[in-house]
């Protein structure tokens, strides 16, 4: 069902308790896990959309939750203000990007969660609780993160800031230098990111930072080569051919690495910090304790070769601070995202087994939204905050009315 209003979507998820049935909320379909997966009542958000309220003297905007980030940022941008982080798409919903822990790339500014100041949320038997950090803050701090498992998420404010110009410098790099600089990039630049194609020694940067301005964007011919071109049309050949030939990945890696170029660009934040992505692929992400991303993905190279796997993706590094929010994967520690993807129809278990070893040895959390095995009791020991979050969720959904097999996986030790 999809309903309209809060109180349309508190009498659906009221019923549906009353009915014995299992009720879940669904987003864009992003997840690469069974998050929202049910054999109850499913909750679509198409209806649930659009901006409440903005209140510039506060920095806040409130938005009903099936409210997709790109209709989010371009009512923001509209109204001169911006979210002050995102990461590098805006098809998802509001709820579902808040909810798996969507993140960026920052040194000081951390994950979409943690932008959150508020959360309307209708629980299991059909009540709405307003929360914040002043009304049901031990709620508040478990369902800026709650993985739809503390109830369904109907409106969410976010804290905004005016808008401000970013500079983004893309720049190819050795691998040996981005590794041995890496904490000083991270330190010296606002966002910092970088990609490593495995089977060489390339890897390209890029660095976002606050401008003074002027604007300017990427002249539409490059930005069409750069983005859709080469990014999308030339990258999803190349994966095509590694799929059918994958002897045919490393030298075509080496090749297209050598291709890379440095651009330099000032946008808006939203036209900085996200890009198309049409190649279809799957994806495994660990947030590791910052000190040690550095030589877990020196044991991924090594590995990779070791094993002869034949990855034709690149392997994605993004850093966050550290926040206060119990299933953050940045709770409580700075942190390094390690990303692993491989081309959709690709065999991408054998990879994916090896490097989830590899993160887990150093302590790794992986992304709640993304290919993992891991289990509440492997969970639990690197979660802090862990027996916090599932307090509030035994206090307000005692019988699993939001329950689902992935959330049994993840959630009860």
């Not at 900085?272 to 000190?291: D, G, I, K, N, Q």
Request: aromatic share 8%; hydrophobic share 40%.
């Amino acid at each position: 069902m999809a309903p309209a209003t809060t109180e349309e979507l508190a009498e659906a998820v009221a019923r549906a308790a009353a009915d014995g049935l299992k009720a879940k909320a669904v987003g864009s379909g992003h997840s690469f896990t069974a998050a929202a997966a049910t054999d109850g009542l499913l909750i679509r958000p198409d209806r649930l959309t659009g901006v409440r309220a903005i209140d510039r003297a506060a920095g806040a905007v409130t938005v009903a939750a099936g409210t997709t980030l790109r209709e989010l940022n371009r009512t923001l941008s509209a109204h001169g203000l911006s979210l002050t982080n995102m990461g590098d798409i805006m098809e998802q919903t509001v709820s579902g990007a808040v909810s798996t822990g969507t993140h960026g790339t920052g040194r000081a500014s951390a994950a979409l969660a943690a932008q959150v100041t508020g959360v309307e949320l209708v629980t299991a038997d059909g009540s709405v609780l307003a929360c914040s950090e002043r009304e049901h803050p031990e709620v508040f701090a478990a369902a800026r993160l709650g993985l739809g498992a503390l109830g369904v998420i109907s409106a969410i404010t976010f804290a905004v800031e005016p808008e401000f110009l970013l500079t983004a410098r893309e720049e190819p790099m050795p691998y040996t230098r981005v590794t041995s600089e890496f904490d000083q990039l991270a330190a010296e630049n606002e966002h910092f990111e970088f990609y490593w194609f495995p089977h060489t020694d390339g890897c390209t940067t890029k660095r976002n930072n606050r401008s003074a301005g002027p604007a300017a964007p990427p002249g539409r011919v490059r930005a069409w080569v750069d983005d859709e071109l080469l990014s999308n049309g030339v990258f999803h050949a190349v994966c095509a051919l590694g799929r059918a030939v994958p002897a045919t990945v490393p030298p075509v890696a080496r090749l297209t690495s050598r291709a890379l170029s440095a651009r330099t660009y000032t946008d808006i934040p939203y036209k900085v910090f996200t890009s198309p992505r049409r190649v279809r692929f799957l994806e495994m992400e660990y947030a590791l304790p910052r000190e040690a991303a550095m030589a877990a993905l020196h044991e991924l190279r090594a590995m990779i070769e070791r094993k002869r796997l034949r990855v034709g993706f690149p392997v994605e590094v993004r850093t966050a601070p550290a926040d206060d929010i119990p299933l953050s994967t940045a709770s409580g520690r700075d942190t390094a995202y390690i990303a692993v993807h491989m081309y959709r129809g690709t065999p991408h278990r054998a990879y994916f087994t090896a490097a989830e070893q590899i993160m887990t040895a150093h302590g790794g959390r992986p992304h709640w939204g993304k290919l993992h095995s891991r289990d509440a009791a492997y969970l639990a020991g690197v979660y802090p905050r862990f027996t916090e979050f599932t307090a509030v969720r035994d206090r307000l959904d005692p019988h699993r009315v939001f329950g689902n097999d992935y959330l049994h996986r993840v959630l009860d030790a």
